[in-house]
T-cell receptor, first 116, second 113 residues
Framework: GAGVSQSPSNKVTEKGKDVELRCDPISGHTALYWYRQSLGQGLEFLIYFQGNSAPDKSGLPSDRFSAERTGGSVSTLTIQRTQQEDSAVYLC??????????????FGPGTRLTVL | SQQGEEDPQALSIQEGENATMNCSYKTSINNLQWYRQNSGRGLVHLILIRSNEREKHSGRLRVTLDTSKKSSSLLITASRAADTASYFCATDAGGTSYGKLTFGQGTILTVHP
């Protein structure tokens, strides 16, 4: 079946503009995760959704970052007033989220964001 | 912040040789996972080992976990040029942090044909 997909694959924007990044998880996966990978910080957790709710937003770096998930499926990560330090690859993952158990996360190909 | 550290940071070997990568972490975990990444894009899940397991195999991969030392190792046997990639360990602390993976800095593996 189809894996996790993300769009766009690449995004170049100007400092101060808003951007939206989209993630389509694997069908039937209830958990969805956003991570960010940058040269200076490595791979960082941003936010986690269980269904449409986000029990853990602890990784969002500032209030310019927000995310939502609708219908328990597609998720959008929005970055407002982008800064150059937001340049990174944004990775999305999904999992079955087996209650009380261990769980494999499947990653999408990522969106490479470049803020000029 | 990064949970773990991996060593070596880079490893260069010849095809057919074995490659061993190590990962250390700081807090208690529910499970530890290894991922591969090609060309800085999507991560491919390789293997998951639970905190109550000590060793796991998958094809040419062997993972060990020592919770007393808070360390894990990934062994790739009979390496191939196609194994060239970055390898990351990731820990899942479970509990309220369930599913939130904390990644190491990664090991860049180069396998020369």
């Amino acid at each position: 079946g189809a894996g996790v997909s993300q769009s766009p694959s690449n995004k170049v924007t100007e400092k101060g503009k808003d951007v939206e990044l989209r993630c389509d998880p694997i069908s039937g996966h209830t958990a969805l995760y956003w991570y960010r990978q940058s040269l200076g910080q490595g791979l960082e957790f941003l936010i986690y959704f269980q269904g449409n709710s986000a029990p853990d937003k602890s990784g969002l770096p500032s209030d310019r970052f927000s995310a939502e998930r609708t219908g328990g499926s597609v998720s959008t990560l929005t970055i407002q007033r982008t800064q150059q330090e937001d340049s990174a690859v944004y990775l999305c993952a999904s999992s079955l989220a087996i209650a009380g158990g261990t769980d494999t996360q499947y990653f999408g190909p990522g969106t490479r964001l470049t803020v000029l | 912040s990064q949970q773990g550290e991996e060593d070596p940071q880079a490893l260069s070997i010849q095809e057919g040789e074995n490659a061993t990568m190590n990962c250390s972490y700081k807090t208690s975990i529910n499970n530890l996972q290894w991922y591969r990444q090609n060309s800085g894009r999507g991560l491919v899940h390789l293997i998951l080992i639970r905190s109550n397991e000590r060793e796991k195999h998958s094809g040419r991969l062997r993972v060990t976990l020592d919770t007393s030392k808070k360390s894990s190792s990934l062994l790739i046997t009979a390496s191939r040029a196609a194994d060239t990639a970055s390898y990351f360990c990731a820990t899942d602390a479970g509990g309220t942090s369930y599913g939130k993976l904390t990644f190491g800095q990664g090991t860049i593996l180069t396998v020369h044909p």
